[in-house]
């Protein structure tokens, strides 16, 4: 089993940053890749972010490519989000997964429970 925890959210001004964290617990050695995603209220979880755990290599869709940067911390087995120059539609509750990488949720086997995102105009 894995464990999930989020944290950092909270309400934020358009424009500005936050930084969300992810720790993870339990039998973590055999990760592959884990990822952030969001969902707003009456939408569907949509793709963030993921990272492939061994070289690091990140993808992004492009609604949040150039603002979001994921990274991970191997040691700590603690993954982030780095959110830059926030926009109102960006808000929404953030979850962080652990699976196989990947842009859809079928891909991740572990989730956390999330964290909410405000982003004020």
């Known amino acids: 089993q894995v464990q999930l925890v989020e944290s950092g959210g909270r309400l934020v001004q358009a424009g500005g940053s936050l930084r969300l964290s992810c720790a993870a617990s339990?039998?973590?050695?055999?990760?592959?890749?884990m990822g952030w995603f969001r969902q707003a209220p009456g939408k569907e979880r949509e793709f963030v972010a993921s990272?492939?755990?061994?070289?690091?290599?990140?993808f992004y869709p492009n609604s949040v490519k150039d603002r979001f940067t994921i990274s991970r911390d191997n040691a700590k087995n603690t993954l982030y989000l780095q959110m830059d120059s926030l926009k109102p539609e960006d808000t929404a509750v953030y979850y962080c997964?652990?699976?196989w990488g990947g842009g859809h949720p079928g891909d991740y086997e572990y989730w956390g429970q999330g964290t909410q995102v405000t982003v004020s105009s």
């Open positions: 997964a652990r699976g």
């Open positions: 990272i492939m755990w061994d070289d690091g290599t990140t």
């Open positions: 339990g039998r973590t050695s055999s990760t592959v890749a």
